[in-house]
């Protein structure tokens, strides 16, 4: 697995339609022009497998989302791991895909509520 930019942004956009994100917060235009999105590719077939992104929440926390194919979890997970040890701060994600809750659980992040996941930053809570 490769992360990398958006390579190609028509492959992106095809993609990001393909798996479109439940809650519809973050668009294709808000998406593309990120600094903080990670494009995840095979390392063999160099095909596009999924995309992560860091965002602001309203509550000035930073929130994970993303998207990747199916049948691909420990990548995902790798993935996961990966763009959270590149920042030093507390992560948090808000999902109610079952498959995606696996991912998060798996790469070291807690519930704290119904849907809501955080992974402290060096893996620990902070008091």
């Known amino acids: 697995?490769?992360?990398?930019?958006?390579?190609n942004k028509e492959e992106?956009?095809?993609?990001?339609?393909a798996?479109?994100?439940?809650?519809?917060?973050?668009s294709y235009d808000f998406l593309v022009n990120s600094p903080l999105l990670f494009c995840c590719y095979d390392d063999i077939t160099d095909d596009l497998k999924g995309?992560?992104?860091i965002y602001t929440g309203d509550t000035d926390k930073l929130f994970?989302?993303?998207?990747?194919i199916r049948h691909n979890m420990p990548d995902n997970i790798r993935?996961?791991?990966?763009?959270?040890?590149?920042?030093?701060?507390?992560?948090y994600a808000d999902t109610d895909i079952k498959e995606a809750k696996i991912c998060l659980l798996k790469a070291g992040f807690k519930k704290i509520e119904n849907n809501?996941?955080?992974r402290f930053k060096n893996g620990k809570k902070q008091k």
């Open 79 to 91: 993935a996961i791991i990966k763009v959270c040890e590149a920042f030093n701060d507390d992560i």
């Open 51 to 53: 995309y992560i992104s």
């Open 1 to 7: 697995m490769i992360i990398d930019r958006v390579r």
């Open 12 to 17: 992106f956009k095809t993609f990001f339609n």
């Open 64 to 68: 994970l989302c993303g998207a990747g």
């Open 116 to 118: 809501l996941y955080v």
């Open 19 to 26: 798996h479109p994100m439940n809650d519809g917060i973050l």
